[in-house]
């Protein structure tokens, strides 16, 4: 029904100006969500007042309100995998959420004590390497959930690093375990082995190349000593043979891509220290509150998801772009796209039936200078609309540099307005008009036209501090959840990525000839083929 309604709004609208839109003085104000420090502006889209009542009917008639409760007090609301989905609750240590009438605060709070233990004494070279000397790198190896949170995280809060150096190996490609340890003393580097099965294929076979490369040059009774796990399967880290004094474990409710709130994040935690890895949860935590008690149009999260159902359900854009006004968070992109192409690229609805929609879009971006410089030709003159989602801060944390953050502040505010305005054909031709006339005028000044028109939302922010990354990263997961709530999908499962994980452990052995191709299509036996042969 709201689906409906939606639809035809749409369509009964038709072709409107956002230009046209701000003929209300109040739009801007009005289009726009306060909270936690942050603003959120998505008056630059084509929403206009019945497009967002109509939406947040949809978001209460989709059962959110009550889904959410559900999800915070550990309900097993991932139904596909018989599992709650608690990782809020690593964010906040004195909750109540309860899994099977247990209270899971205790162990959270266990668990991110012994966390800060460790952390701290192998900072300030309380603990040492076996040989004795102190740990000066810190190697995690995981991938997917289990690398991308840290990474990107280590990555945006560069300005709290200090004492330990952090690398993050993830492909099985040997190139990138090679490349990363190429520079480091294995007698000096700490491994984390980070993985919530313990049996990802790429991680296991980074994990022994990397014991092997500590034990060749510390011997492989020491070699041991250098592992650290996070995990949730204990028997499978003693397999491996670290020690489980040296093991963090959490629990199947924390999903591998919402995990680095807990052990998966004692990388980052290593690189910044536990008080501000605790102001990085105390940030998610203020966003969590937000997303509980902030009503309708008024909820951050909220009106992020339902932006980008309107653009991607009720438009039809099938991608968004991510495009962050902050180097540090360069790693933002790829992060969000398993947060939420992960949770939300799903066919099939919780019912089991085929989802009578699109699922969520596709997710891409780069920060902003370097990609007006590659890819924005398309999103200002191309053929087909991207909602771009820009963020900013209002200051950086390069004081000598704030001339460089106003230039940045600039580009942000002028590719939005640009894709707001555009240019017009008549705008187009004054500007050449010196310098032709005639067709070859109006053909060149065709080229110069932007339609403009295109929408995009700010997100601004004071600071990339560790809360405001927390707050921010926790704002995106909210959103992820009332998007698929809202589209009727269990953003909390991956089933779509098991396929190619068994074809592949299926194709090893035909690449050593232990196996023959016959049952292989003709394509991959001709690739085999290529790829198997000496000249
Ligand atoms: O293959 C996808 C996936 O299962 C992700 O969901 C997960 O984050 C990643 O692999 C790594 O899994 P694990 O932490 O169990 O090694």
Redesign the pocket.
Known sequence: MNWDALKSHHRARGACRILDLFQDQGRAADFSVRACDMLFDYSKTDIDVRARDLLVQLADASGLAERRAAMFCGQRINETEDRAVLHTALRNPDGDALVDGEPVAPGVRDTLDRMARFSDDLRIGRIRAPGGGRYSDVVNI?????DLGPAMAVGALAPYTDRLRCHFVSNVDGAHIHDITRGLNPAATLVIV???????IE?MTNAATARDWIAAKVGADLAGGHFVALSSSLTKTAQFGIDETRVFGFEDWVG??YSMWGPIGLGLMLAIGAGNFRDFLAGAAAMDAHFCSAEGARNMPLMLALVGIWHNQICGHATRAVLPYDQRLARLPAYLQ?LEM?SNGKRVAMDGQDLPCHSGPVVWGEPGTNGQHAFYQLIHQGTRMVPCEFMVAREGHEPDLAHQHRLLVANCLAQSEALLRGRSLDQARERIAGRYDGDELERQARHRVFPGNRPSTTLVYPKLTPRMLGQIIALYEHRVFAEGVILGINSFD?WG?ELG?ELAVALAPLLTGEATAEAKDGSTRQLLDYLTSKD
Do not use: H, L, M, Y
């Open positions: 995981g991938i997917g959930g289990s980070a993985s919530k099965t313990f049996t990802t991680t591998g891509r398993q992960e991956q990525v994980k």
